[in-house]
């Protein structure tokens, strides 16, 4: 086998893993704008002769796509950007401020909370939602949310933060800042990589949701995209062509934020492999 060959296998290897991978979301895209099922059925993987775009209008007023995709973006966006200022405050006392022992039981007690399967919090939080009297608000999830992802956001800034050189903390202090200026000035600028990894992980675990979701919203203005997409299945009678329309929205905003936040998540993913 020649050299070229050789070299070149790995990359014939990862191009046959996309396609396998891309498949999929190409037959959603495509049958997004056919006529109808039967369209569907007789060139199931094959490009449409027309494009029928209107497709995406019908499900976006419709079938309330509209409704559905704002009300999980701005919870998504929400629950993410206030369970990392939380979590990065947590993890800025627990690794840069001296609070001798006390550091260390706060941050297994994080841990512990990893360990609690999502499933077996399900009544606890219903018990929870139902006497703040929050049900059937945004605010049954929204809570949640933060308060799921924590963990895990502190799990993440804590590894980031200690590896940031203490020198620069001693620096800040000679010119006068406190805790709050050296964390708002210092360690924030320095830690956004790992903190837009973790939004990113955090928005499409949100995003995605569909157990709290169905269960403590009832009013259809209020639901979010995936309990609207099945509510839209039954609307619509099995209309693939319609509900590919609606799969093709969830998928965007995860496309345009990868798109937008490219190099910050690299930067997230390999921040600490390679000192000095």
Known sequence: MSRPLKKSLPHIALLGYLVIVL???LFVLFSSVKKDNNAIALNPFGIPKSFEW???VEAWVNAKISTYFFNSLYISVLASVVSILLASMFAFAVTRMRQGK??????SLVLIGMLIPNNALMLPIYTIVRKLHILNTHWALIIPYIANAIPF?????AAFMRSL????????VMDGLKAPGIFARIIVPLTVP??????????????NEFLLANYFLSNDELRT?????VQFRDQYQMNYAQMS???????????????????KIIEGVTAGSVKG
């Not at 006390?102 to 941050?107: A, E, Q, R, S, V």
């Not at 956001?153 to 800034?157: A, E, F, K, M, V």
């Not at 790992?194 to 995003?207: E, K, P, Q, R, S």
């Not at 329309?245 to 190099?263: D, K, T, W």
Request: cysteine-free; overall charge negative.
């Open 23 to 25: 498949f999929p979301f």
């Open 165 to 172: 050189p203490s020198e620069i903390e001693e620096a800040a």
């Open 153 to 157: 956001t502190i799990i993440i800034l």
């Open 225 to 229: 995209l995936p309990v609207g997409m």
């Open 245 to 263: 329309a609606g799969i093709v929205y969830s998928v965007v905003p995860v496309i345009v934020i990868y798109a937008v936040l490219q190099e």
């Open 54 to 56: 209107s497709n995406y």
């Open 102 to 107: 006390w550091n260390g039981i706060l941050f």
């Open 194 to 207: 790992a903190m837009v990894t973790v939004f990113i992980v955090n928005f499409l675990g949100n995003w």
